[in-house]
Structures are given as C-alpha cells and as structure tokens.
C-alpha cells in the first residue's frame, strides 16, 4: 500500500471549517483513500473513504485531486468534540488491511 | 449500525497469567476481524488478521503462540495474551469488516490491558 504524510499536527477555530492535508504520491490506480479519527483512548471511527472522485457524508468532504496525488478531509463545521487524531490510509479497497501513520492531530480550539 | 464491541474494556492481571479480549459485531456479520496494539503516544499497529473459521494472519515480528487468536463465529473473534508480561500492557483494539461491504471496516473501543 502506499504511503502517506500528513502534517504533525493544526488547530481551527470552533465554527470554522477544517481542512487537512495528506499527500499520497505514490498512490496506485486501484488504491483508495480512506480518513479515520481517534479521539483519546478510544477505537478509531471511519469517516469517510475515495477512489477518484470527491465524496461527501453527513460527516465530512474528501476532496482528491485530479492526478490523486494528494487529497484534502473538510470538516465545514468544526467543534471541540472534532479534536482528535486524523489519519489518512491509503489502501487497496475490497479486503485489504489498514496502516496507520502517525496522523495529524487536531486541536479545535473555543 | 456498524457497532463493534470489545470485552473487557480494562484489565489488570499478574505477570504469568493469560488474558483473553472479546470482540462482537453487534449488529452486522463479518468474515474478516483485526486486532491491533497502540502504545502511548504512538500509532496503531497491525497484529493479525482473523478469517472465521481458518488460521489467523499474524504480521512480521508478532508472536503467533503468545497472541492466540480465535474467530469462531461471524461476530466474534477472541484475542488472548499467554504469559502476559508487562510489556505486554498497550492498548488492544479490533476491527471488523462486513461480509457485506468489504470496503469498510468499524473498530471497537478497544481494551487497556496492564500487566503487574
């Protein structure tokens, strides 16, 4: 599976949308993007996930750029309770594993 | 819909002992379970993979005869840790994936083992 980076860690105001990045370079054709957060001492919870197109759930956005190279989780309406550990997995779908990097920790200050 | 629960949510045991951890499906069935380790501050790491009713996967560098693994049923797989040591205590979390939907896949809220 491709590797991902994401920036160690951001913060957004409450009320405000937050948008994080992850870059996913090495991505393969068959390769989806998946986004799970986990909040402190607790099992990670999906979010949402993407093959090419642009996905949006009651949740979140996931924009994914046109060459996939990159991609881009929007949170419009960010609250204290969205703090946590955002991790984006690049995967190879139907009955593949998850790796999780270090993620990016967000910090939704009041 | 798409619960996983996890049994215990804690434990403490002694150095020696064995401990076994739950996990169920609650309300959807699933071929495939995961269990995964988290120690402080870090990420979460892939133990093994577990098929109902064949051999579990276990990932390089995880000891197959410490981390028993058994999934027996389409909602549950059991986890046990033989001869727990102290470097044992982390944080363990499960994974399941709908027979259904094999594009997703919903955690449990993990359990905090602690060996003395």
């Known amino acids: 599976d491709a590797k991902t980076t994401q920036p160690p860690s951001m913060d957004c105001a409450e009320g405000r949308a937050a948008n994080l990045p992850c870059n996913h370079s090495?991505?393969?054709?068959?390769?989806?993007v998946y986004w799970y957060r986990q909040i402190h001492s607790q099992g990670p919870q999906y979010i949402i996930h993407?093959?090419?197109n642009n996905e949006t759930n009651e949740m979140a956005s996931l924009i994914i750029t046109e060459d996939r190279k990159s991609s881009t989780l929007i949170l419009p309406h960010a609250t204290l309770r969205d703090t946590a550990v955002y991790y984006c997995?690049?995967?190879?779908?139907?009955?593949?594993?998850?790796?999780f990097g270090k993620g990016i920790t967000l910090s939704v200050r009041p | 819909g798409a619960v996983v629960s996890q049994h215990p949510s804690w434990v403490i045991c002694k150095s020696g002992t064995s401990v076994k951890i739950e996990c169920r499906s609650l309300?959807?069935?699933?071929?495939?379970m995961f269990w995964y380790r988290q120690f402080p501050k870090q990420s979460l790491m892939l133990m093994a993979t577990?098929?109902?009713?064949?051999?579990?996967?276990?990932e390089q560098g995880v000891e197959k005869d410490k981390f028993l693994i058994n999934h027996a049923s389409l909602t549950l797989s059991t986890l046990t840790v033989t001869s727990a040591h102290p470097e044992d205590s982390s944080f363990y979390i499960c994974?399941?994936?709908?027979?259904?939907?094999?594009?997703?896949?919903?955690f449990g809220p993990g359990t905090r083992l602690t060996v003395t």
């Open positions: 997995i690049v995967s190879g779908g139907a009955n593949s594993k998850l790796t």
């Open positions: 309300d959807f069935q699933a071929t495939t």
């Open positions: 090495t991505i393969s054709g068959n390769e989806y």
């Open positions: 994974s399941a994936r709908p027979t259904r939907a094999s594009y997703e896949q919903y």
């Open positions: 993407g093959l090419k």
């Open positions: 577990s098929n109902e009713g064949s051999k579990a996967t276990y």
